[in-house]
């Protein structure tokens, strides 16, 4: 399985996607400052890959924390926990994964240092082996949605690159597949940050899932000549009411798809989902820099200076999501009540 994360003695050691698929490189973040770089520039992507990377980085920051007075200890934490949080703001798992960092610290604050390093460090790889196991879960509950000889449309990348390994989108084609099916796939390049065209494309082949890459604007032309069977996508946030933010063109091929009657299904594990945030009216869209627009490599592909307008996320509308697949089951409209279901905690043992 792709290594995307992994917390090893000598820093948080990432998989440069950056590079992909022409050079692969992974480097080692001994710092939170780093891992925060790393998450902004996109050296990781995906939003269950950033939650991981995320806890990671907080618990990077306190790793070599000397002995201080409690309140010394708090401002440092709460250092680490803004510089983390502030790197990109649409995809609600590193927020989930920075309060889940916090909650273990108020837990242990006041113990020794030593005591409370081992606990973030033991926190971050719970949830990378979590995240693990979750994709994997929902692979195997959503591939029942997948039909044997099924053409699958995907859009960005959401694969083991987009999280701590196996994937969402590209866990439910890997379970599939795993389960005897026989699943092609059509990969959507994903302008402006070609995640399909770079990133699951090279997925697919080191798997030997047949795989064949197109450009953006080629995904109706497929689903009207009955090439595309259902198109299954990750999310980077749920909103309460099923309403999906997603990499830039989401909406545009949710839209497609209901048209041509294909059915358009989610993949995003339940810390995905947003009970906090009533629609998707209410998320923050991430603006790129302008130059990831106008450049390919750094090769200019504009007129210089030309303005640019790089939202990184659209909103899909809940109507035309016909199913939402997570690691806790399948969720179905109305998903205000599905979602709340299956996001609710297991009761407690009387």
């Known amino acids: 399985m792709i290594k995307t994360i ?17 050079e692969e490189v992974y480097r080692t973040y001994t710092d939170y400052e780093g891992v925060a770089e790393a998450i902004r520039s996109m050296v990781i992507r995906g939003a269950p890959a950033i939650g991981v990377a995320a806890a990671m980085g907080v618990a990077l920051g306190m790793k070599d924390l000397p002995e ?24 609600v798992n590193l927020f989930w994964a920075v309060d889940r960092m916090k909650r273990v610290y108020a837990r242990v604050r006041h113990e020794g240092s030593g005591e409370i390093r081992r606990a973030l460090v033991e926190e971050a790889r719970r949830m990378h082996a979590e995240d693990i196991e979750s994709n994997r879960a929902l692979g195997r509950m959503g591939q029942e ?22 994937g969402t989108a590209l866990g439910v084609i890997r379970a599939a597949v795993e389960a005897g099916k026989r699943v092609e796939v ?3 390049e994903t302008r402006p940050f070609l995640q399909g065209a770079r990133l699951t494309a090279w997925e697919l082949m080191k798997d030997g899932i047949p795989v064949t890459v197109i450009t953006d604007n080629m995904a109706g032309h497929f689903m009207k000549q009955k090439a595309i069977d259902c198109v299954v996508v990750g999310a980077d946030r749920i909103a309460a009411n099923g309403d ?34 009533p629609d998707g009216d209410g998320i923050r869209i991430e603006e790129r820099d302008g130059d990831e627009v106008r450049t390919i490599r750094g090769v200019r592909i504009t007129p210089e200076n030309v303005p640019v307008a790089h939202p990184a996320f659209d909103v899909t ?16 409209a109305p998903y205000a009540d599905s979602l709340r279901g299956l996001c609710a905690p297991p009761p407690t043992a009387a």
């Not at 949605?145 to 196996?166: E, F, K, Q, S, W």
């Open 6 to 22: 992994e917390w090893t003695d000598a820093g948080v050691v990432m998989l440069d996607q950056l590079l992909l698929p022409t």
């Open 68 to 91: 201080l007075p409690p309140e010394e200890r708090d401002r440092r934490f709460g250092a680490v926990c803004a510089a983390i949080s502030a790197t990109r703001p649409t995809a």
């Open 145 to 166: 949605l997948i039909p044997d000889g099924a053409r699958v449309l995907t859009h960005c990348n959401a694969g083991a690159l987009a999280t701590a390994g196996y």
């Open 186 to 188: 059509f990969a959507d």
């Open 244 to 277: 999906v933010a997603n990499k830039i063109g989401t909406y545009a091929v949710a839209v497609l798809a209901r048209e041509n009657n294909i059915p358009f299904y989610v993949a995003a594990p339940v810390s995905t989902v947003d009970l906090e945030m």
């Open 317 to 332: 509308p809940s109507r035309y999501v016909g199913a939402i697949m997570t690691d806790r089951g399948v969720a179905r």
